[in-house]
């Protein structure tokens, strides 16, 4: 299917819900009568869908400028606008530019672990506007959005791809098409926790692929890559350099958090 085809899909399903938006504040009002709005960490009650209590979010570390203009790894101070840290300088990656909106610690954790394995997907509405605003400059750019996927085995066991939800709600946010099954894992890898950084590389070496009879959908587009966490990089050098090799103009990468090493 075309992008454009994707495109007008999407187009008519957002049509149809327009006509429901009248009777919205009501339906949203009985379904928090039922159902209160929480905090995405505490589980308190809250006076809003995706708010969050004010003294966790304090405990949250956002990134903001300056940062490696390719990777987004943090810096202390800024000496120039257009600065790339060490790691990019010597081991240029695959994608244009990486985003994230928080640090990867004890708080951002807790909240990735919830949404992950917990079935609390009700935190996305907490962390969704974080991600859009991160990942502005990049979706402006963006021809089309497609998760990190997971093995259809690790999929069956956990039931749900996180990184294909958060997609999907990007894309409808942004009304920019997403794809959920043109970037494939080619085999199970074990998992990259608690992995260093070379065993990370080594564990994903050729384990995702785009089908032949769906590369025409990638020509010369640009591609936003979502995922929860960027760790070491890995996983998403690997997914872009196999969207690369499949046609794709370039790819940037957005996730929810990244691993900062000071
Ligand atoms: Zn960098």
Redesign the pocket.
Known sequence: MELQQLKEIQSDRDGFLCYLKPFKPFFQQTVDLILPPRCAFSGKIVSQQGAIQPEEWTKLQFISDPF?R??G?PFDFKIDADM??P??LSDPPEFSKARAPLLYEDQSRSLILRFKHADQLHTLDTFLPWMLKAGASLLEQTDLILPVPLHRWRLIKRRYNQAALIAARISKKANLPWHHDLLLRARATPTQGHKKALDRKKNVKDAFTVPARKKNLLTGKTILLIDDVYTTGATVRECSRTLLNAGAAEVNVLTLARVVKR
């Open positions: 490696c390719c990777c790894h790339c840290c790691s990019c």
